[in-house]
């Protein structure tokens, strides 16, 4: 083999004894940490994300680097796929104005809530979801589950965040052109709290996008790699994602890869008002 390789004998033996470079060893160090936070991810990080939460431990490498060895290790995030959406217009209730087209974005919490309704397909049959997220954080602040597409599913969900988040009159609730939102029960929920009541455009799914972007994540990242017996499997894993992960865990690249709650309390710590969220 040496005289293939044109090399000494003694040269051959004495690569044998080096062993690995530092720079191997390092390598092979940064990969097992890589693998264990792609892992607590569930597997939906790529390399951006994986890369925020190695510099928010401490680590030095950069993104390329990451994409690098999660290329060569085999570790990428889970394969997105499209899902549509459904929204029932054809109704005689009352259309309120869109208003978000008229700003440029919340610029604390409370300020501008999201509203909207998907289905989660389980062996019996579809199971709904309206859920409520706030416009300044990306976090979930009501949600509900249900077998029907009836107005007490998003009441429920509206509920939810009014009792969590307690936010003061002049909110603006923003939704698509739906029954369920231009009810009168629902309506009178917000007129009880002040509430500003926005709504899309016919046919425009860019008005409600970063509602839209939390289902496509949720089905992405979660409902496409499940097959739910019941619909209480799938509440029960729906229920973990939201708040364990999705609120708490999750980097958004829209927060500066922050977690909805991490941004919120960044947000109250520069006021001064440093408190449990």
């Given at each position: 083999?040496?005289?293939?390789?044109?090399?000494?004998?003694?040269?051959?033996?004495?690569?044998?004894?080096?062993?690995?470079?530092?720079?191997?060893?390092?390598?092979?160090?940064l990969l097992t940490e890589i693998t264990e936070?792609?892992?607590?991810?569930?597997g939906t990080y790529g390399a951006p994300r994986t890369h925020a939460e190695l510099k928010a431990q401490g680590e030095g490498c950069s993104k390329n680097r990451v994409a690098r060895l999660m290329k060569g290790a085999g570790i990428r995030s889970k394969t997105?796929?499209?899902?549509?959406?459904?929204?029932?217009?054809?109704?005689?209730?009352?259309i309120a104005p869109n208003i978000l087209k008229e700003r440029s974005g919340?610029?604390?919490?409370?300020?501008?809530w999201a509203a909207d309704i998907t289905y989660i397909p389980?062996?019996?049959?579809?199971?709904?979801?309206?859920?409520?997220?706030?416009?300044?954080?990306?976090?979930?602040?009501?949600?509900?589950?249900?077998?029907?597409?009836?107005?007490?599913?998003v009441v429920d969900a509206l509920k939810m965040a009014i009792g969590l988040r307690k936010p003061p009159p002049g909110l603006i609730h923003h939704s698509d052109r739906g029954s369920q939102y231009a009810s009168i029960e629902y309506r009178d929920l917000l007129d009880e709290h002040g509430f500003v009541c926005s709504m899309s455009r016919k046919g425009n799914?860019?008005?409600?996008?970063?509602?839209?972007?939390?289902?496509?994540?949720?089905?992405?990242?979660?409902?496409?790699?499940?097959?739910?017996?019941?619909?209480?499997?799938?509440?029960?894993?729906?229920?973990?994602?939201?708040?364990?992960?999705?609120?708490?865990?999750?980097?958004?690249?829209?927060?500066?890869?922050?977690s909805p709650r991490e941004f919120e309390l960044k947000f109250l710590a520069a006021l001064g008002e440093i408190k449990a969220a």
């Open positions: 083999m040496c005289i293939v390789l044109e090399v000494s004998r003694s040269g051959f033996y004495a690569w044998l004894k080096r062993g690995q470079s530092p720079r191997t060893k390092e390598n092979d160090r936070i792609h892992k607590n991810s569930r997105r796929r499209k899902f549509r959406n459904t929204t029932d217009s054809s109704h005689k209730n009352p919340a610029s604390s919490p409370n300020e501008i389980t062996n019996e049959g579809w199971l709904y979801l309206a859920s409520i997220i706030d416009m300044f954080s990306r976090r979930i602040v009501g949600w509900s589950m249900g077998p029907t597409l009836k107005t007490i599913l799914c860019y008005d409600n996008a970063t509602k839209e972007s939390f289902f496509h994540t949720l089905k992405t990242e979660l409902v496409a790699h499940e097959d739910y017996l019941t619909r209480d499997d799938a509440r029960t894993s729906i229920f973990e994602y939201i708040e364990a992960f999705y609120n708490r865990q999750r980097r958004h690249s829209s927060l500066n890869y922050l």
